[in-house]
């Protein structure tokens, strides 16, 4: 039994890793058609493409794919260090409206404008959105927000601050663009339980407080620590008095 486990390992660590290099090698699609069906603020293109299929045998021709372009975005989790809470933002998005509460608490974010790195994008809404001002910014991750429908991608940061970098406690986004949002501080030991125990609904704001739960160390490894520094010093102790 053992070495037929050890058999089923191997061959699983091997299709892991044949079906790792296919995916990073970009498939040979042949773009026949694009066109805007919609063409606004947001953007719809339908595409037209040939697509080899994945095991080699031929290629389906003539795909039809709508996609919804809108540009990327940036995101940060805004974490003030010295008084260990996440500040979030909270505002009405009409698109949850029908299906959920209309009224989100989200990590701050913004779109990119065309050429703008994901770092100066998140400088700048930080400061439009919640009035802090950014340090040092950690790259989290960047992802595809919805691959099956939508081009956008989010580039996620982690951005820690002091309260002393609260540079415009008024601040509640862009009038112009018609923004009312509330700047949302929630201790960080609370956003990471609602991380872990799926109370947070928007994906971005989610992936944040995941990535954080694996910086901050649990109750059980804090304890732990503590433990090991108090019979660390008991023992110091001993021996001084020897």
Not at 73 to 91: G, P
Not at 161 to 177: C, F, I, K
Not at 197 to 226: E, H, M, Q, S, V
Request: hydrophobic content about 40%; glycine content about 6%; overall charge positive.
């Amino acid at each position: 039994m053992a070495v037929k486990k050890k058999a089923a390992k191997k061959a699983a660590k091997k299709t892991a890793k044949t079906a790792s290099k296919k995916t990073a090698k970009p498939m040979a699609v042949k773009v026949r058609n694009r066109r805007y069906v919609f063409d606004h603020f947001f953007k719809i293109v339908e595409a037209e493409f040939d697509q080899p299929k994945l095991d080699g045998s031929g290629v389906i021709k003539n795909v039809k794919r709508l996609v919804f372009e809108r540009g990327d975005s940036a995101a940060a989790l805004v974490h003030v260090t010295d008084r260990d809470v996440v500040v979030l933002t909270e505002q009405f998005r009409f698109p949850t409206h029908d299906k959920g509460p209309g009224l989100i608490v989200e990590a701050m974010a913004g779109s990119m404008e065309k050429g703008e790195p994901g770092e100066a994008c998140i400088r700048r809404e930080m400061l439009e959105e919640i009035g802090y001002k950014a340090k040092k910014l950690e790259k989290i991750a960047h992802f595809y927000v919805s691959p099956g429908g939508t081009s956008e991608r989010i580039f996620l940061y982690y951005a820690p601050v002091t309260s002393a970098d609260l540079v415009d406690p008024d601040a509640s986004g862009v009038a112009h663009e018609n923004e009312d949002i509330r700047r949302f501080e929630v201790p960080t030991k609370r956003f990471i339980e609602d991380a872990l125990n799926g109370r947070l609904l928007d994906a971005k704001t989610l992936i944040a407080g995941l990535w954080l739960a694996g910086r901050k160390p649990t109750p059980a490894k804090g304890l732990a620590k503590a433990k090991a520094k108090t019979k660390t010093k008991a023992k110091t102790k001993a021996k001084k008095k020897r």
